[in-house]
């Protein structure tokens, strides 16, 4: 399975901006998907989750109202529709996949598979 994230970019504060991952190599329902983000000098931390329906989402408090994360399954793609952007949005963002969870999860240890990630900066 390989995942193949895009759309990062250079944003003003309080900006839009969307990021898309594209799964390929198996069936991409089959997948819950999340998006995750690193920081310089912090450790990644969860953003968002979607479960293999899509009925299911989750996200963390600090874009919980900004960000949206939904998914195309005849596309194969998770998208992150980031509104309101924050400097302290400003992160390497990472999407995964994982097959074998219930519904979905906050947790990086819970996704087999992860994309290489794309940058995504918010200035002044």
């Known amino acids: 399975v390989q995942l193949q994230a895009s759309g990062g970019g250079l944003v003003q504060v309080g900006g839009t901006l969307s990021v898309s991952c594209v799964v390929s190599?198996?069936?991409?329902?089959?997948?819950?998907m999340a998006w995750f983000r690193q920081a310089p000098g912090k450790e990644r931390e969860f953003v968002a989750t979607?479960?293999?329906?899509?009925?299911?989402?989750a996200y963390s408090d600090s874009v919980k109202g900004r960000f949206t994360i939904s998914r195309v399954d005849a596309k194969n793609t998770v998208n992150l529709q980031m509104n309101r952007l924050q400097f302290e949005d400003s992160a390497v963002y990472y999407c995964?996949?994982?097959?074998?969870?219930?519904?979905?999860?906050?947790?990086?240890?819970?996704?087999?598979?992860w994309g290489q990630g794309t940058l995504v900066t918010v200035s002044s």
């Open positions: 995964a996949a994982d097959k074998a969870m219930a519904l979905v999860s906050d947790a990086a240890r819970d996704y087999a598979y």
């Open positions: 979607i479960s293999r329906s899509g009925l299911t989402t």
């Open positions: 190599g198996d069936t991409f329902s089959n997948y819950a």
